[in-house]
């Protein structure tokens, strides 16, 4: 969907760039945590709040990148669930 989804060279430029997105990703992440945590906290059950993430995820990036290329992308999260990078340590079933 973007370059940043791709595989990178090794540029010093470029090393610098994806390591500014991977701290906006864990801080964007932290921020998601809190959010989904005060959730809990008031009574919303995790799969309620999971499926209205993912409604609010899928939305967004339908509205910047189009809707075939994020089915590309959703298409494509089947085989990574599979292989259980999506799972947490202790949760394999």
Do not use: C
């Amino acid at each position: 969907m973007t370059r940043n989804d791709l595989p990178q060279s090794d540029t010093a430029s470029e090393s610098a760039e994806d390591h500014a997105i991977a701290e906006k990703k864990r801080a964007a992440l932290s921020f998601l945590a809190a959010a989904w945590d005060e959730a809990v906290d008031q009574g919303i059950d995790p799969e309620i709040i999971a499926h209205a993430a993912l409604f609010a995820a899928i939305s967004d990036l339908v509205e910047i990148y189009g809707e075939e290329a994020v089915s590309s992308f959703v298409g494509g999260l089947e085989p990574r669930v599979m292989r259980g990078e999506f799972t947490l340590p202790g949760t394999m079933q």
